[in-house]
């Protein structure tokens, strides 16, 4: 009878801690913690200044492209599909209306309504870029330049920035033309922040256009 006891006490005390294992995590704002509210939703993080939190970055996702093209995005507008800058660039990833011409794209009001479409544009953009500098990447990828390793991905980078003209002319010229953009960044900083990310899927295409279907 006491073995009986022994045996159903020990058997409710196992499932009850296995019952409390299962229960839902319940996370407290304490004081070292700061709970901001933007648009609905609640964020918790690990700080009591907000001002700490000036400088977050995106989410790290190693070099896959998506990574390569998140980081893009949020250089060139935060991740804002919806924003024009000073100069009129638009959307997520800062194009300019004759760039989005020579993609196949002339209505900036869709464009800037579609993340679909600036996502396909950034593609095309992409291949052409690689194929306008074909003859680049194949001299340079993975040597060393003025103290950058030199990648696909970030002469891709660098051409999104400048152009493909304007990054001929930096290697043409040995570097030493600081080429930059009308905000002052330069084609030697995206060649730097922007290498070593998988771009090999991209297809380098001249005649590259965006899909509107």
Known sequence: MVKKWYFYTSLTIIIAFLSYGFQPLKIDASQWFLIKNTDGKSYLFPSQQQESYTNLNIPFTGNLFIGFKEAVGFKESQGKYK???????????????????SIGVRDSLLFLRSPKMQERAFVALLAKNKYLLKDIIEKYDGKMFHGILITESGILAAAHLGGAGSVKRYFKYNGKKLLKDAYGTSIRSYLKAFGGYDTSFIVANNKAIVSLN
Do not use: D
Not at 83 to 101: A, D, M, P, R
């Open 83 to 101: 924003k024009i800058n000073s100069l009129g660039y638009l959307g997520k990833y800062q194009f300019g209306v004759e760039t989005l011409k």
